[in-house]
């Protein structure tokens, strides 16, 4: 799994299958292109084109895995994985375009029957070894895209796929002419054409969703969600949020823990939900967890809880001279209002007189000011 794998061992595989099919489709597209026009096969210099923009692909994956690679920087603070991305959009619509080209020459062909070219026999054995090594492409570059999880790879290998298949109908094609069907060539080479387009148009549209940050897919995300609620300390999950950048995943989970329980404890919390969901999750690399002492999904947010500056001026204002006493006082913010523990150190304890008045003191700041809902007066042990 790519977990296996350094950064660097992960980007060296990218490099080393995408040049190995760069080679392949070199080859490919030379003896396709050439053997086609040698040959009088429209369906086979189609299918050499094709493989023309699956060397294209091949240079535009490296230079997208080259800057994809890049850490994090200033500008780019989540580092750099969209240009994989990008980079898949613009293959996409490369290979859209050439479908297009494709079938508006056998159109243009076809209006005219005397320009229909006849294929030779020689282009059925350049069909079988395109068959062949693009096959063995799809199996490579298959396997390396799972290993480092990469979704351009991946799209590449099925791109290779795709001119496996495509070959396989120029066979058919080109077979169909030389038993007498001349329109079979023109027939097949359309075919190629729409295959090329149907391809281009999934990987725009996955990469356009990836670009405006589509979310996971809803099972996906019921299982993280899953994950997060068995997680002991957490009541309740009020906001998952997803996305997708390059083949990493990111999380924005709001979790509801214990009103009361400390901001470390709180913290901690927090680190178990994130390592959870990075080891259990594959794609999840990071994941950005908001800790809440209650659902406030939908309260009002034109109702402000007075800040711990302020709630110490109120106490010295209501406490005057018994101020210096306290120890300590600690807020919580529950349900739209503020309460407050004011803590006295134990050696107030016998001292009656003090503590009835802070505490009565403490009842009329509670009445007096109506973000405050409760003040308790705590001893400290």
């Not at 030389?178 to 359309?190: E, N, Q, T």
């Not at 919580?332 to 009656?352: A, K, M």
Request: charged letters at 20%; proline letters at 1%.
């Amino acid at each position: 799994m790519a977990k296996n794998y350094s950064a660097q061992q992960i980007n060296q595989l990218k490099n080393k299958v995408t040049i190995i099919g760069a080679l392949v489709n070199v080859f490919l597209c030379i003896i396709k292109i050439g053997f086609g026009i040698l040959g009088q096969s429209a369906a086979l210099i189609a299918d050499g084109v094709h493989s023309l923009s699956d060397l294209a692909s091949d240079l535009l994956v490296l230079i997208a895995v080259k800057m994809g690679a890049r850490e994090a920087d200033h500008e780019h603070p989540y580092g750099h994985r969209r240009f994989e991305t990008l980079a898949t959009t613009i293959l996409g619509t490369a290979l859209i375009v050439v479908a297009f080209g494709i079938a508006w020459d056998v159109y243009e062909r076809i209006l005219s029957p005397e320009r229909l070219l006849i294929p030779q026999q020689s282009a059925l054995g350049i069909a079988a070894i395109s068959i062949l090594a693009n096959e063995w492409l799809f199996q490579y570059t298959k396997r390396v895209a799972l290993i480092t999880r990469s979704k351009l790879l991946l799209a590449n290998a099925w791109h290779h796929r795709s001119d496996a298949i495509s070959s396989v109908v120029v066979l058919i094609g080109v077979a169909g002419s030389l038993l007498g069907y001349i329109w079979a060539d023109a027939f097949a080479a359309v075919l190629v054409a729409l295959m090329v387009a149907k391809i281009g148009f999934n990987l725009v549209m996955d990469s356009v969703k990836e670009l405006v940050d589509t979310g996971l897919s809803q099972e996906l995300v019921e299982e993280i969600r899953a994950e997060i609620s068995a997680i002991a300390g957490v009541k309740d999950i009020h906001l998952l949020r997803t996305r997708q950048m390059g083949e990493d995943a990111l999380v924005d989970a709001h979790i509801v823990v214990g009103s009361r329980i400390t901001v470390s404890e709180g913290h901690m919390i927090g680190d178990v939900v994130r390592d959870v969901l990075i080891s259990k999750f594959e794609d999840v690399q990071e994941v950005l967890v908001h800790i809440d002492p209650e659902n406030d999904e939908h309260k009002d947010d034109t109702k402000k809880g007075l800040l711990r500056e302020e709630i110490d001026d109120l106490l010295k204002e209501y406490l005057a001279e018994h101020y210096s006493l306290i120890e300590e006082f600690r807020v919580h913010y529950i349900e739209g209002g503020v309460e407050i523990e004011v803590i006295l150190p134990h050696t107030l304890f016998s001292l009656s007189q003090q503590v009835e008045t802070i505490k009565n003191r403490c009842v009329v700041l509670a009445r007096d000011v109506s973000k405050i809902s409760r003040v308790t007066v705590f001893f400290k042990a």
